[in-house]
């Protein structure tokens, strides 16, 4: 549940900057409109460099420098509303830098053995946006004489694609992430002290502040 008040927040921050970039970009947009070619998503631009290997890595490098400071004892908004904490296991004080650079090894291989494991889903991901780069062009024809009319497009591209084969949105491999990180929270279940087994092996404990 803290989990996944923190990922709200996220998100609502995150959506708050994209519909501010949207607006901005659909303000500069007359021009291209004009001309019968659909502005390009910023949230595809976002989501292309989050999902890129530089991008990955950005985040695993700034994740674990986060390991390294206080902020690894740092509560989430999550954390505080469902009234738990992280502590070391033996002590019950703070997680120390050995347990946070544990804890990031048990991540760093958990992500690559679910990686594995929907590695079939990514291959046929990259094949389907292949296929619609590939027929982009003649999409592109079929929307200009709709130029201004979202809604006259967006049912032309979902024709366009159904027609092709082509899924529009593909979240299998999405799915496969959260459950991952699902199956993960769930090994809790095995241990008499509530620890998952990134917990148990970092030395690390979930405990309750009221």
């Known amino acids: 549940m ?3 008040l923190d990922l709200l ?3 609502a921050v995150f959506g708050a900057w994209l ?3 949207v607006w901005r970009v659909r303000r500069r947009s007359n021009e291209t409109a004009s001309r019968g070619i659909e502005e390009s998503s910023p949230r595809g631009s976002v989501t292309k460099f989050v999902q890129s290997r530089l ?3 950005m985040l695993r490098v700034a994740s674990l420098a986060l390991n390294g ?3 690894r004892n740092w509560r989430g908004v999550g954390a505080r509303v469902a ?3 992280v502590v070391d296991a033996q002590s019950g004080g703070p997680v120390t830098i050995r347990s ?3 804890g990031a090894m048990v991540d760093a291989v958990w992500r690559l053995l679910i990686g594995r494991l929907r590695a079939p889903l990514k291959a046929r991901s990259d094949a389907a946006r292949a296929q619609r780069l590939a027929l982009e062009p003649q999409l592109t024809e079929l929307l200009r004489p709709h130029a201004g009319d979202h809604a006259q497009q967006m049912k032309i591209r979902e ?3 159904k027609t092709h084969g082509i899924r529009s949105v593909d979240g299998s491999e999405a799915l496969w992430g959260m459950a991952g990180a699902l199956l993960m929270a769930l090994t809790a279940l095995l241990s008499p002290r509530r620890q998952t087994i990134r917990q148990r092996l970092a030395g690390t404990l979930v405990i309750r502040t009221r």
């Open 2 to 4: 803290a989990g996944a």
């Open 9 to 11: 927040v996220v998100l």
């Open 19 to 21: 519909v501010t970039l």
């Open 55 to 57: 991008g990955r890595r």
């Open 69 to 71: 400071t206080p902020l």
């Open 83 to 85: 009234g738990i904490q």
């Open 100 to 102: 946070a650079a544990v």
């Open 159 to 161: 024709v366009f694609y």
